[in-house]
């Protein structure tokens, strides 16, 4: 785990960044592993300041893999049954979240790949998932899932471009 947060670090070059990572990274190996310490209840309430600070508000519980980038770390939401592959690059304004399924009741919450880059206020809501080395344009609105190596843009995300993986 410190490989991962020291890989982070580096990717990361905002001090906000930074401390949110090592916090978010600290509270989530505490919560999955059942350890509810002194040093986890340190870092939720760090993760609840800069909620409060930043409007960064991601849940320990939200699946994310290695590699995540933070460019702009304000304003960021995601739903904590979301799932987020690795190396992805989120800037500011970026909303994940759930969607209550109408026949069902459940809550269904995105699932993302890996390589993706979501811009400034990108919304990705309910069931969709995004496909491997994907980018999302500013101000896109994800309703339906995108393929893999693709560029999506609008309102909603419709595919423009298949690019070749990166």
Known sequence: MLELIKKELILNS??????????????S??????????????????????KFICGIDISPKTKIGSGLILFH???????????????????HNVTIGNKVDPITG???????????????????????SIGDNSVIGAGAIVTKNIPENSIAVGNPAKVIKQVDER
């Open 14 to 27: 905002s001090l906000t960044s930074k401390f949110f990572i090592v916090n978010f990274r600290l509270a």
């Open 29 to 50: 190996f505490f919560y999955r592993g059942g350890i509810i310490n002194k040093l986890f209840i340190i870092n939720v309430i760090v993760l609840k300041l800069l």
């Open 73 to 91: 770390p304000q304003n960021i939401v995601i739903n904590a049954n979301s799932v987020l592959g690795d190396n992805i690059m989120l800037k």
């Open 106 to 128: 459940q809550h269904i919450s995105p699932v993302i790949g890996n390589n993706v880059e979501l811009s400034p206020g990108v919304i990705v809501l309910g069931n969709v």
